[in-house]
């Protein structure tokens, strides 16, 4: 993390309040998220999206190739519909067929590489990819809402404006793989590279190109435009399971630098002493916005429908508090902030997020920090009395439970053989156990610290004896460098729900209109309210937290 010492700061949240599922599992997006980062990007550079490529025939099946410049290097999104029949269309990840597939390229790819692409891409899984092949996707239509909105077209009519308030997509990705799957490139490949050195920013310009797309093939279907607010309105949809949950578990230092990043801007912009008449007003439409946002949010399930419910109550009783003489006093972020601290963590973290959204010159340069390019940066224990005391000092949280008792361990983490996804067991129900993969971090702490009740010795005679603790010891020295590395919870105990862990990361991505469809995955939407390829200069970062129509 850089050091900003000529920027006024209040004391960052500890990561005993900040690092624990039941808060990452109410996070919201903010303007740090990777596709508000990425619009600004190409805001920036003044980015123009060509598609030099249209061959989609009448029925809507065919190939597009869209292309642009970031950064001083071209890519280009080749996209391929094919005909899947309604009974082959699911979200499941033993599928093998979808409505359209998806390739990032690097560069704009010839006549020999589109037929090779579109040839591999709806193959996906099965088939395999080059180097020049940078993310790789899928997408299978909202049925119900595609099909109504070219009915609408072709009639010569808009779509039912509440129908597309409701659904918010014409398509929903079940995967945007990047990183060396299947054969496409390592990120090595292009991390230092202008406009996609920061994390997942190929993968969110392949999801906003796809966003494109399906507005172009809805409109080449039916024959007529559709009314930009709605085309506005219409993202992409995702659904999310399993499978993201480990990252944030595997990737510790990554982990520390979004959550200290995410931090130390709502540190700084707590540290705000007053606001301009300005600032006041942004302030005050976004409280608005949040209200109508809320209001347009509903979900299937019952709980999260209720959660939502008493979210807009509470959200509602803050009226006051954004009074213009309530926010022209002195210290007015921090005491929005301290109005919720007795209220739930829904409401605190959509507020953290709100203070965050006028201050983007004291925000976004933070944006930088969030890669981690160089590894975990620590240096190893002396000894084991050393590392004792820095597991008493830092790891209270994994020394509490019980991990014999039933309900701490009853759940176990593995990868499945026939996707090699993760997936999540029951202990005492399902076989599998000696497949599992290790995500039980705490319970790995604390198994170290009983075995560290014996004299000081040196670490690597420590580990010479005890291999098995290698993990663990190695998860303590980073935590004495990067204090947000660790989830502050049991991930195997019965309370675990791997949807905290989603939505985590997916606000980090941007994503909103959270779903969920169990306690293992979700469906969500992506760059709804963005702007569109031609609104980059006037739109490119005033959507968070998007509504019908704004």
């Known amino acids: 993390m850089k050091d900003f010492p000529d920027i006024p700061q209040a004391p960052l949240r500890p990561p005993a309040e900040v690092m624990r599922l039941k808060r990452m599992g109410a996070m919201f997006p903010t303007r740090l998220s990777f596709l508000r980062t990425l619009m600004r990007r190409l805001a920036a550079e003044q980015v123009q999206v060509r598609r030099p490529v249209w061959e989609i025939g009448d029925a809507g099946f065919g190939h597009a190739v869209y292309s642009l410049e970031l950064g001083g290097y071209a890519y280009s999104l080749v996209a391929v519909a094919t005909d899947l029949p309604p009974g082959q269309r699911t979200d499941r990840v033993i599928a093998t067929a979808w409505d359209t597939a998806y390739v990032l390229y690097d560069g704009v790819p010839d006549a020999d590489e589109i037929a090779r692409i579109c040839a591999a891409a709806p193959r996906q899984e099965a088939a395999r990819f080059t180097e020049r092949d940078l993310v790789l996707s899928r997408a299978n239509k909202s049925f119900r809402l595609f099909s109504h909105v070219v009915e609408r077209l072709r009639a010569g009519r808009q779509p039912d404006e509440a129908l597309v308030r409701a659904t918010g997509y014409l398509m929903r990705t079940t995967a945007v793989y990047g990183n060396g799957k299947f054969g496409i490139a390592d990120r090595a ?84 002493t007053s606001l301009d008449a300005e600032q006041i007003a942004c302030v005050q439409a976004l409280y608005k916005r949040v209200a109508r946002h809320l209001a347009e949010w509903d979900v299937p399930d019952p709980a999260y429908q209720a959660r939502i419910a008493v979210l807009r109550q509470d959200w509602r009783r803050l009226a006051p508090c954004f009074a213009t003489a309530a926010l022209a006093g002195e210290m007015p972020v921090a005491r929005l902030l301290a109005h919720t601290r007795q209220s739930s963590v829904d409401l605190q973290e959509l507020m953290a997020a709100l203070v965050m959204e006028p201050f983007g010159g004291l925000v976004d340069g933070l944006a930088d920090c969030m890669s981690d390019p160089f590894g975990a940066q620590v240096v190893p224990f002396a000894g084991t009395a050393d590392l004792a005391a820095a597991v008493d000092a830092g790891f209270a949280w994994a020394l509490a439970p019980d991990y014999g008792a039933p309900d701490q361990c009853r759940q176990f983490w593995y990868v499945s053989a026939a996707k090699q996804e993760p997936r999540l067991g029951l202990r005492f129900d399902e076989p599998g156990e000696e497949l599992e993969s290790p995500l039980d971090i705490a319970r790995s702490i604390k198994a170290l610290r009983r075995d560290l009740n014996q004299k000081d010795e040196p670490l690597s005679a420590f580990l010479a004896r005890f291999p098995e603790h290698a993990l663990a010891a190695s998860r303590v020295a980073l935590g004495e460098r990067y204090p947000y590395a660790e989830i502050r919870d049991n991930l195997i105990a019965d309370t675990c729900l791997p949807i905290d862990m989603l939505r985590c990361k997916l606000a ?43």
């Open 189 to 272: 490949v292009y991390d230092d590279r202008p406009g996609l050195e920061g994390p997942f920013m190929a993968e969110m310009l392949t999801v906003w190109l796809i966003r494109l797309f399906t507005h172009d093939l809805a409109e080449h279907l039916g024959g007529g435009a559709l009314d930009r607010r709605l085309k506005r309105h219409l993202g992409i949809g995702n659904s999310t399971g399993l499978g993201m949950a480990p990252f944030l578990v595997n990737h510790p230092v990554l982990l520390n630098n979004w959550m200290m990043v995410r931090e130390t801007a709502l540190a700084r912009v707590r540290a705000v």
């Open 508 to 550: 980090f991505f941007g994503a909103s209109r959270f779903d969920p469809r169990s306690d293992r995955w979700t469906r969500i939407t992506l760059c709804q309210g963005a702007p569109l390829a031609d609104e980059l200069d006037t739109r490119a970062d005033d959507w968070w937290l998007p509504v019908f129509g704004g």
